[in-house]
């Protein structure tokens, strides 16, 4: 994989059954990129982003995550990213710093460290004097917040993030993607899903799955431009009024 591209998909495929999920994709990614990965229920994503972090082993087909192999190296995979899920990210009976401590031990990260790093992402976040109270405490919105934090305390060189904003208002969304964008100016590749069709406007390039295969890939303004359309919602609704399938 050359230095340019930090996640490389050639051909991939997940197969279950007679059922094909994901159906020969491929694509690169650019280290420092934020790149949108699109689609409706039962397009397919999220089988993919599971693929991308070792966590389903392909059918056929070929990708690099990290320079590490998806077949032969998962669990360096999982070491070299972040991943926030829209379900699924932080422990409710845990306290917040108890929350950022269990996840930076995962990644084996020095006691010093994390201290050290505690103390700024409490202070970053406006949540020092909140320090010692449990997750379920929190609005929806400073969950999400400290979820991505966590995703990316181990400083990884990915991060992946499934329908990280689903759910919060407006306003916190715009801030969510301002710590995105902190994210990826820091050198943090960022491979997103959504379903928001204002956010794919803030991605530097847009993948859009169809019924398992990518349907178009290009940046927002240049999607727009190719299908004649005024807005990612009708660049969206253009491709996917050819889905034949349902239910991801």
């Known amino acids: 994989m050359s230095s340019d591209v930090i996640i490389s998909a050639n051909n991939l495929t997940k197969i279950f059954g007679d059922f094909r999920a994901v159906d020969g994709i491929s694509f690169e990614v650019h280290p420092g990129e934020i790149f949108g990965f699109l689609g409706a229920n039962g397009a397919g994503k999220t089988t993919a982003m599971r693929m991308l972090c070792g966590l389903s082993m392909p059918s056929s087909g070929s ?19 972040g991943y926030m899920s829209q379900k699924f990210s932080l ?38 004097s909140e320090a010692n109270k449990l997750v379920r405490s929190l609005p929806l919105g400073w969950k999400q917040k ?61 993948s859009i799955m169809v019924d398992g295969k990518i349907e178009a890939l290009d940046t927002p303004a240049g999607l727009k431009q190719s299908l004649n359309a005024a807005s990612m919602d009708e660049v969206f609704l253009k491709l996917a009024r050819k889905a034949v399938r349902s239910g991801d």
């Open 63 to 81: 990708a690099t995550v990290a320079g590490f192999d998806v077949y032969k190296e998962p669990e360096k995979i999982k070491r070299s990213i």
């Open 146 to 206: 400290l979820a991505f934090s966590v995703a990316i305390f181990h400083e990884p060189r990915i991060v992946f993030l499934d329908e990280p904003t689903g759910g919060v208002d407006p306003v916190t969304r715009r801030e969510f993607w301002n710590m995105i964008y902190a994210a990826a100016g820091a050198g943090i590749t960022v491979f997103v899903t959504t379903h928001y069709m204002d956010e794919a406007e803030y991605c530097s390039r847009v």
């Open 91 to 128: 422990y409710e009976d845990l306290t917040i710093r108890e929350n950022i401590r269990f996840y930076a031990g995962i990644y084996g990260k020095s006691d010093a460290f994390i201290k050290e790093k505690t103390a700024a992402l409490l202070e970053q976040l406006h949540l020092r």
